[in-house]
Each structure stands twice: as C-alpha cells, then as structure tokens.
C-alpha cells in the first residue's frame, strides 16, 4: 500500500501523530507538509491568536497555500490527512489546503482518512472536513481524533500555556499539554487496522473497526457545549469582520472584548452548562448523536 500523508504542525505535535499512526502500517508512506502561504507564530501572541478567530470560524482563509508536488504521489492508494482545530474549526491552513484547486483535484475519487490531534472538540471540525471532502468528491473512510485527555478547564491551562508561552511539559500542578505521549505511541494500532482493511479490499467497515479500538474518545457533555459555542462563534466573528480583514487595528478593541468573552465563559458559564447538561442528559439522545457524530 502507497499512503500519501498532508499534514499541518506548528508545534510538531500533527506530525508525531502521523509518523506514529504510520509506523503501525507497511509498505511507501511520503510525508507532504501542508505550508501556508501566510506563516503562522508559535508559540503565539494573544493579539495574534485572536486576530485569525473571525477567518477560521467563518471558514474565509485569507491566504492559501504553497504549491505542492503531487507527481509522487498521484498513484497512492490511500490518503490521510492531518492536523488540529482552531476555535472550534479546522485551522486556517487545513481549510486553505482543502479549498485549493489543485488538492481538490488530487482528491477527486481518492480513499481519505482525517486525522485530528486536538484538545477536545472537534465535532464541527470533522463535520467540515466532511463537507469540504464531499464537495471534492473524495471518499472518507475513515476519521481518528486523538485529544487531550485532562478535564476540560485542565486542559483550558495547559493549552495556554503552551499557545502562548511554548511550554508543553507539566508542572507540579498542571499535566503536559496536548495529546499525551502514550496516546501518540498507541496511535500504531490504528495504522494496522487501516493497511488490514486495505489488504482485505474492503475499507467499507474501516471507520467501525477503527471506533472499535478506540479511534474516538466520545464525550457527549463537552460536544454539548461545543455546539453552543459554535454557534456563539459565528455571531462574535461576524460582529468582529464588521471592522475589517485579519490584520486590520480597527478590530482589534472587539477582538479582546472576544478574549474576555471566552475566558467568562470557560471558567464561569461552563461549569453551571455542564450542570444543565447532566440533569438533563436522558433528553440529550447520547447514543443517537455518537452514532451520528462519529461514523461517516
């Protein structure tokens, strides 16, 4: 089996989980990085990190991506695709990867397996890659979410501190940040699960086979506030484009009344939601939604 693997990482993190998935999988992996024509810092600036809010939630890349060399990779027969979510969407570049002319032609008919390294919400992400694979006439067969693991306002902090000060290893009172290295080590398994598919000619059952060893780490309670959120996202990045394109100092009094927003809502509002959520949680269909959420 030939894999061709496009992969996002600022901080290495993507590519480690990719590297990792393939070692469990035999036969010609080439690796192709997915870089954006607009460079991205990291560790990050809050100014910064903000400044792409309003882009990435309304799906508007304001740059694309520089060209990729396809000619080793045109007779793969698998593709897997990798990368993390920004604000509760696929990343700039991994929207600008999938929007790109070229890519979509590249895809057009190919076997596709979205890979997303992420702290924990990733539904609307994986609902646009979806979409974004569909209209591209690819086929997904497959979808693995590796997040962090650590509580929810945990792994608020520990995130932070690695965006914006570059420090992923834990303290004394925080966990490392990010998917952990037992996580990525394990992530083999499933590239063995995928080449077994593969070898059987029959990547029908892949998604479940890959579910059924772990592939999706279901939390119904933070998917719960994910969607909200997301819908909250849309208003605020509307409310900020009013002011002008990513980079524009007229947005940026708007941009940090977004900051404060979201730090009141993680520690303040999020509790009490997730309240909510368990007293009403026979209402909330969990196993319908999972069904739903986590097949293709």
Known sequence: MKTA??????????????????????GDVVFKEIVPQQAFPFPWDKDTFFDVFPETRLGMPPSGIQPIDFSDVEDADLVMVVGQSWFLSPSLPLQSFFIDQQVRDYLKGKDVVF????????LMTSRKVKAYLKDAEANLVGQIILQDRAPNLVSVLTIIRWLMYGKKAGTGLLPDAGVSHQD???????????????????????????LSAGAIQYKSSILFMEKTGHRMFGFWAKFIRRKGEQGDVRRRFRT????????????????????????TYPLHRVGYHKDIDCNL
């Open 184 to 210: 990525i080590s394990d992530a083999s398994r499933f590239g063995q699960i995928i080449e077994s598919s593969w070898k059987n000619k029959d990547l029908s059952h892949l998604q479940s086979d890959l």
């Open 256 to 279: 940090n009344f977004f900051y404060y927003y979201l730090l009141f809502v993680l520690f303040l509002i999020s509790p009490f939601a997730l309240l909510v959520y368990y007293l």
């Open 115 to 122: 890979v997303n390294a992420c702290r924990n919400m990733w």
């Open 5 to 26: 693997v496009f992969y996002y990482t600022q901080s290495g993190q993507a590519l480690d989980v990719a590297k990792s998935l393939c070692s469990g999988m035999q």
